[in-house]
């Protein structure tokens, strides 16, 4: 079956470090997303790609980054990890219609100390 | 800009009651509105969907139906059960750009 997988689950780093998430799918699926979810804010769009060497910013982009050179990974990095990033991130996909609903990953707990 | 509302939880009822989350929008053109819950420790998963006015998805007991009148799609489920204690959260895609509401916590008590 297709799936997206989202590795690592959980993750600490201190303040300061470079942390790349990293996230696969295997839907064959052109879109793809880096959302974040902290409690009162609901779910946050950080950047998302239409396809191949596509990368847009979200609403929430500034230190973090990403890069889409093939369909199946959209790596999420921060840059320099601030305590304010610690938060769970999801990783999406979808079709490329308008309709298509989005299939998410699993997460990944970030805590930064 | 696009925006969905959706009531705060938490949601605390127990088994086999009636459970309704309000859910209303604001989007220009015509979106496609979408309920995904979020069980403990996992992503989001889509749980029905609607495309245009007076679509009623449903899936797993839950119904939820679009109304373009009052710019609504309530989650409905006649019958909860302790397994549908989850985060309910309610979407909606226009021009490409999908918008989610803040989540409802529902908790289901045996």
């Known amino acids: 079956d297709a799936e997206i997988t989202q590795s690592p689950r959980h993750k600490i780093t201190e303040t300061g470090r470079q942390v790349t998430l990293a996230c696969h799918q295997t839907w064959n699926h052109n879109n793809m997303f880096w959302y974040r979810q902290d409690l009162g804010h609901g779910l946050r769009l950080i950047h998302y790609?239409?396809?191949?060497?596509?990368?847009n910013k979200g609403e929430v982009s500034d230190g973090y980054s990403v890069s889409r050179s093939n369909t199946e990974d959209l790596p999420l990095t921060l840059e320099s990890a601030a305590s304010s990033q610690t938060s769970v991130y999801f990783c999406?996909?979808?079709?490329?219609?308008?309709?298509?609903?989005?299939?998410f990953g699993n997460g990944t707990r970030l805590t930064v100390t | 800009g696009d925006s969905v509302t959706q009531m705060e939880g938490p949601v605390t009822l127990s088994e086999e009651a009636f459970l309704t989350i309000n859910c209303t929008y604001t989007a220009t053109g015509y979106p496609s509105l979408f309920w995904y819950v979020q069980y403990p420790g996992e992503g989001l998963q889509l749980l029905l969907k609607a495309t245009k006015a007076d679509d009623k998805g449903s899936n797993k007991g839950f119904e939820a139906t679009y109304r373009k009148e009052t710019t609504s799609f309530h989650l409905e489920k006649g019958s909860v059960q302790v397994s549908d204690s989850a985060v309910y959260f309610c979407?909606?895609?226009?021009?490409?750009?999908?918008?989610f509401g803040g989540g409802t916590r529902v908790l289901v008590k045996p």
């Open positions: 790609s239409y396809g191949v060497q596509d990368t």
């Open positions: 999406a996909s979808s079709e490329f219609t308008g309709n298509s609903p989005l299939h």
């Open positions: 979407a909606l895609i226009a021009g490409n750009k999908l918008t």
